[in-house]
C-alpha cells in the first residue's frame, strides 16, 4: 500500500504563483520504488480528471499538459520522498482541485495509476 498527501493549495490572483507538495509514504516511497510514474491531475467543478504533468521518480524526465507548459514544473526530491508542482503565471481557468498520483508505467493515462491523494484546491482569481 501506498499513501500520498497534498499540501500548498490556496487562493491566489491571476498572475501569481503557488506551489503544491505531494509527500509519499508507503509503497511510494524510497529510491527503489516501483511507483516510478509520480503525476499531478487536476479536475475543475463538472469537468473531467485532466493530466498535468508527470515526472518519472527515477530518471528524472517530465512530461506536461500544453496548456501547462511553459508556466509549470514538476520536481521531485527522493530523499524527502516528495514531488512538487511550481504554477507560475497562473489563470482563472488553472483553479480546480489538484491531486497527485503514483503509478507503475503511464504517464499521461489516468487509468495508469494506482495510488492518489486526497487532493488540494487551488483557486485563482480575475
Known amino acids: 500500500q501506498a499513501q500520498l498527501a497534498e499540501s500548498g493549495g490556496g487562493s491566489v490572483q491571476a498572475g501569481g504563483s503557488l506551489r503544491l507538495s505531494c509527500a509519499a509514504s508507503g509503497a511510494a516511497s524510497g529510491r527503489t520504488s516501483r511507483y516510478i510514474a509520480r503525476a499531478w491531475f487536476r479536475q475543475a467543478p463538472g469537468k473531467e480528471r485532466e493530466f498535468v504533468a508527470a515526472?518519472?521518480?527515477?530518471?528524472?524526465?517530465?512530461y506536461y499538459a500544453d496548456s501547462v507548459k511553459g508556466r509549470f514544473t514538476i520536481s521531485r526530491d527522493n530523499a524527502k520522498n516528495s514531488v512538487y508542482l511550481q504554477m507560475n503565471s497562473l489563470k482563472p481557468e488553472d483553479t480546480a482541485v489538484y491531486y497527485c498520483a503514483a503509478g507503475r508505467s503511464s504517464y499521461y493515462y489516468i487509468g495508469g495509476y494506482d495510488y492518489w491523494g486526497q487532493g488540494t484546491q487551488v483557486a485563482v482569481s480575475s
Open positions: 515526472i518519472n521518480w527515477l530518471s528524472g524526465s517530465t
